[in-house]
């Protein structure tokens, strides 16, 4: 039997129960005082052991056992006459400060805080749109000269309006076609349709003073709202305005005038105050009508997007927005290719990209695309090149001054891109556009025409931005505000007033100081078209069969008597329609030759591959029979013989 050295505890007793009470009923129980008749804290039963010890007195503590008891002492007399010190002013705390509150900033692009546009902003609105309507509006069915790409936009909105066809020849997807729908929509409520302002390129033209007007009031509030000033707006209106490259070719019925209007509305539908669902929709829509009007836009898109990206960084519909906008910049592009696609003309024939052997079954839209990629010219700033024969003689100043300008933008805007933000968007936009002009590809003069009111934006915040420095400030003092007003509106009257821009006056060829051709009234360059198409009406059979330019298109072919068989020396050559079976490539089915000015250049350009050859014998073997020939501009007809 094992032993357990550890001691059991004895068993705990269990406790006794308590006697249960008895419950009484409600009615004999003692009633709970009110609460106003309950004794107060103090006067509550406190536990013994929790009720405070009474302190005793000094004089009643017991002495330390281990120290006698000391005498009082007399005080010292030192002591005794020491004065007492002065309290010391007890120091009251302040209340505390309210915090000041921070000012918001009076300019963010980011955030979309844009000043008010206010009572002189709207007079500086007013000014620049009644300047614009007079710099445009004036003789502008008179100069400059009817072109040719005028009489192709033309015609082609003629086919849609007469024909219900997107051109009157093979439409090989050389342009997108917005820009032609765009003019058939205006020409088709017109009362009198092409002719209601004397021909069909008047009409059209009229069309491009309202898109004009349009786009002076974009521009005015996009570079209020990029750089919060509206000196700078009203600079970059007066350039895009004024500017004699400007008037030239703003006044012209081009795809790139539609097209700027298009991507200056999307700009300012980025720059609302909020950027809400309607907004950003709005403003995809309007860049891709844009790509659509002419595929140069796309050099412009990525601006859009980084300027997408800062406005709705943060917002709680950033998702849906980056979403929805560029599904509706891609919608008008999606249709272009889809009405391809149905044509069966999206692809090449066996998907054969060769440039040397182009498709001869049907044409094709990439296959454009790609030729059009491929095609090059040289560079632009060689000393024959568009840069020193064309622009820089209309406008040097608005070039050179727009360039130094966008490289100071940019500069400032990669520097402080959060606060710099609107020099950003405007540097990047004018580079992007350069870039296509200098990259080498085929470059026509109307060209530039997207890049004047790029430049004139980044003319106009760069000056205002250099008024508003602070050394000014210093120097001037309170003359400062007079100052900045007072610099831009003198150079503006130098420029209008000094021959040697054009803006207002000019030399002429006598070298006299004379009125700009595009105001001189005087000079009325399209009656010498018109003198040459009434000489046709009376001396040429309307079964004549005849090679012209794209310009006097319109006229022998909608107004009575009718030239059906009269076609451009480009639609002669390139359609088999005409080439193969009305022309049959022989010059002697030639009657006459309408000669355009310079369309005798644009036959040798066109003739690389020997296309127009049988165009050019046609020439040798005739007579001219009519001339008009004024400073460079010479119009001429000849008569083949056979």
């Not at 592009?333 to 391809?340: C, D, I, Q, R």
């Not at 360059?525 to 310009?551: E, F, G, N």
Request: charged share 20%.
């Amino acid at each position: 039997m094992s032993h357990d050295p550890t001691p059991q505890r004895p068993p705990r007793p269990e406790p006794a129960s308590r006697p249960e009470r008895p419950l009484r009923p409600r009615s004999e129980r003692p009633e709970r005082p009110e609460r106003s008749e309950r004794p107060e804290r103090s006067e509550r039963f406190v536990h013994p052991e929790r009720r405070p010890r009474p302190r005793p007195e000094r004089a009643d503590r017991p002495q330390r056992p281990d120290r006698p008891d000391r005498p009082d002492r007399p005080p010292r007399p030192e002591q005794a006459e020491r004065p007492q010190r002065p309290q010391r002013p007890v120091a009251v705390a302040e209340p505390p400060r309210r915090p000041r509150r921070r000012r918001p900033p009076r300019l963010s692009v980011e955030r979309g805080i844009f000043p008010k546009l206010g009572r002189n902003g709207r007079l500086a609105l007013l000014f620049s749109v009644l300047t614009g309507l007079l710099s445009h509006g004036y003789h502008l069915f008179r100069y400059p000269l009817y072109l040719t790409d005028e009489g192709i936009y033309m015609q082609r909105a003629w086919s849609l309006v007469r024909e219900t066809r997107l051109s009157p020849y093979t439409y090989d997807y050389d342009h997108a076609p917005a820009g032609w729908i765009t003019l058939a929509g205006w020409a088709f409520p017109l009362p009198k349709q092409f002719e209601t302002f004397g021909n069909a390129i008047n009409t059209g033209r009229f069309l491009m003073l309202l898109v004009h007007l349009g786009a002076v009031v974009l521009l005015f509030e996009v570079t209020r709202r990029l750089s919060g000033s509206v000196l700078a707006a009203t600079i970059a209106a007066f350039f895009f305005n004024l500017s004699p490259i400007a008037v030239y070719y703003q006044r012209q019925v081009l795809l790139d005038n539609l097209m700027m209007f298009w991507l200056l509305l999307a700009l300012y539908a980025l720059l609302r105050r909020e950027t809400t669902i309607r907004s950003a929709f709005a403003g995809g829509a309007a860049l891709g009508i844009a790509l659509i009007t002419k595929e140069n836009a796309l050099f412009f898109a990525p601006t859009f997007m980084y300027l997408l990206y800062r406005r709705i960084q943060g917002s709680p519909s950033h998702r849906f927005t980056r979403t929805l906008w560029p599904f509706a910049a891609a919608a008008p592009v999606g249709a272009y290719v889809t009405y391809a696609l149905l044509k069966n003309e999206l692809m090449p024939s066996g998907l054969d990209f060769d440039l040397a052997n182009p498709p001869a079954d049907h044409v094709s839209l990439l296959y454009t695309l790609w030729w059009q990629i491929h095609r090059s010219q040289g560079s632009l700033l060689n000393h024959h090149g568009l840069l020193y024969t064309s622009w820089l003689p209309r406008d040097a100043f608005l070039l050179l001054a727009g360039m130094a300008a966008m490289v100071i933008s940019l500069w400032w805007g990669m520097r402080k891109k959060r606060r710099d933000l609107g020099f950003f968007v405007a540097g990047t936009l004018a580079f992007g556009y350069s870039f296509y002009l200098l990259r080498g590809s085929v470059v026509l003069d109307f060209y530039i025409t997207p890049l004047i009111p790029i430049f004139a934006m980044n003319i106009g915040m760069v000056a205002d931005r250099l008024l508003k420095r602070p050394a000014l400030r210093r120097l001037l003092g309170r003359m400062s505000s007079k100052v900045r007003i007072a610099v831009p509106a003198m150079l503006g009257v130098l420029l209008l007033a000094s021959p040697s821009t054009g803006y207002l006056l000019t030399v002429n060829t006598e070298g006299r100081v004379a009125v700009a051709d595009q105001y001189q009234s005087k000079l009325a360059l399209t009656h010498m078209q018109q003198a040459q198409i009434a000489w046709v009406r009376k001396h040429v059979s309307p079964k004549a069969r005849i090679i012209m330019d794209d310009d006097m298109w319109g006229e022998l072919h909608d107004v009575h008597p009718f030239y059906p068989y009269a076609h451009s020396h480009w639609n002669a050559s390139s359609d088999p329609a005409l080439r193969d079976k009305l022309f049959r490539k022989r010059w002697q089915n030639v009657d006459y030759i309408i000669m355009s000015n310079k369309m005798r250049n644009s036959i040798h350009r066109n003739n690389g591959d020997g296309r127009e050859n049988w165009i050019l014998a046609a020439l040798r073997n005739s007579e001219r029979v009519w001339a008009d020939i004024r400073g460079g501009i010479r119009l001429e007809i000849y008569r083949v013989n056979k």
